[in-house]
C-alpha cells in the first residue's frame, strides 16, 4: 500500500503522517510522486501502518500477529443530542402553526374556485355582464393566484415535507437518547 493509499484509508494530512514517519513533509510528498523512495526505518513505520489497517501487529522480526481488540468509538454527547431534539421539536411546533395557517389561509380562497363555475352558470338576467365577467375573472384569478403562490398546494406540501423531515430527526435523537419521540399532529 502506499502513503497516499494509507493517508486515504486514515484520513491524515501529509504533514501527520510525515511526522509518523520521521520525514519532512516535502520528502513524503517526493516519495508520493515517485521521486524517492523510502528509508529502513520509514520503511517500518509504513509497514505498521499497512499492518494495522489489516488488524495485524509486526512483531519486528518479519512476522506478524493478530492486532489487539478495537478501541471503541465514543459514545454520543447526549447533551448535544438532547439540546438539538429541544431545537427540533420547537421548530415542529411552529411549523405545525404555520400549516394550519396556511390551511386557514387556503380555504376560502378554495371555496371561490367551487363556487365559481356556479356563479358562471346562472341562467338568469344579469344587468352588467361585461361588469360580472370581469368580476368572476378577479374573483376565480386572485384566487388562482394566491393558492399558486402564497398558500396552496406548493407552499404545503414544502411545509409537510419539512415536518416529515424534522419529525424523522426527532424520532432518532429521542432513540438515540432512549426518550419518546415527539408526538405527531
Same mark, same amino acid.
Given at each position: 500500500?502506499n502513503?497516499r493509499a494509507l493517508r486515504?484509508?486514515?484520513?491524515?494530512?501529509?504533514d501527520?503522517?510525515a511526522?509518523?514517519l520521521?520525514v519532512?513533509?516535502?520528502?513524503?510528498?517526493?516519495?508520493e510522486?515517485?521521486?524517492?523512495?523510502?528509508?529502513?526505518?520509514?520503511?517500518v513505520?509504513?509497514?505498521r501502518?499497512?499492518?494495522?489497517?489489516?488488524g495485524l501487529?509486526?512483531n519486528?522480526?518479519g512476522?506478524?500477529f493478530?492486532?489487539?481488540?478495537p478501541?471503541?468509538?465514543?459514545e454520543p454527547?447526549?447533551?448535544?443530542?438532547?439540546?438539538r431534539?429541544?431545537q427540533?421539536r420547537?421548530?415542529?411546533?411552529?411549523l405545525?402553526?404555520?400549516?394550519?395557517?396556511?390551511?386557514r389561509?387556503?380555504?376560502?380562497?378554495r371555496a371561490?374556485?367551487?363556487a365559481? @363555475?356556479?356563479?358562471r352558470a346562472? @341562467?338568469g @338576467?344579469?344587468?352588467?355582464?361585461e361588469?360580472?365577467q370581469?368580476?368572476l375573472?378577479?374573483f376565480e384569478?386572485?384566487? +388562482?393566484?394566491?393558492? +399558486?403562490?402564497t398558500?396552496?398546494a406548493?407552499a404545503i +406540501?414544502?411545509l409537510?415535507?419539512r415536518?416529515?423531515?424534522?419529525r424523522c430527526?426527532?424520532?432518532i435523537?429521542?432513540?438515540?437518547?432512549d426518550v419518546? @419521540?415527539?408526538?405527531?399532529?
Amino acid at each position: 500500500m502506499n502513503t497516499r493509499a494509507l493517508r486515504t484509508l486514515f484520513g491524515l494530512s501529509q504533514d501527520m503522517l510525515a511526522e509518523w514517519l520521521g520525514v519532512a513533509r516535502s520528502s513524503l510528498a517526493l516519495t508520493e510522486r515517485g521521486y524517492q523512495s523510502t528509508t529502513a526505518t520509514t520503511g517500518v513505520q509504513q509497514l505498521r501502518l499497512e499492518l494495522a489497517a489489516q488488524g495485524l501487529v509486526y512483531n519486528g522480526a518479519g512476522g506478524t500477529f493478530p492486532a489487539p481488540l478495537p478501541l471503541p468509538e465514543p459514545e454520543p454527547d447526549a447533551e448535544e443530542l438532547g439540546f438539538r431534539l429541544r431545537q427540533c421539536r420547537l421548530k415542529i411546533q411552529g411549523l405545525e402553526v404555520q400549516l394550519e395557517t396556511l390551511y386557514r389561509r387556503a380555504a376560502p380562497l378554495r371555496a371561490r374556485l367551487v363556487a365559481a @363555475p356556479a356563479l358562471r352558470a346562472y @341562467p338568469g @338576467p344579469i344587468v352588467s355582464p361585461e361588469q360580472e365577467q370581469n368580476w368572476l375573472t378577479i374573483f376565480e384569478q386572485e384566487a +388562482r393566484r394566491q393558492l +399558486r403562490t402564497t398558500c396552496g398546494a406548493t407552499a404545503i +406540501r414544502l411545509l409537510e415535507a419539512r415536518l416529515a423531515g424534522l419529525r424523522c430527526e426527532a424520532d432518532i435523537l429521542a432513540e438515540g437518547l432512549d426518550v419518546e @419521540p415527539p408526538a405527531a399532529s
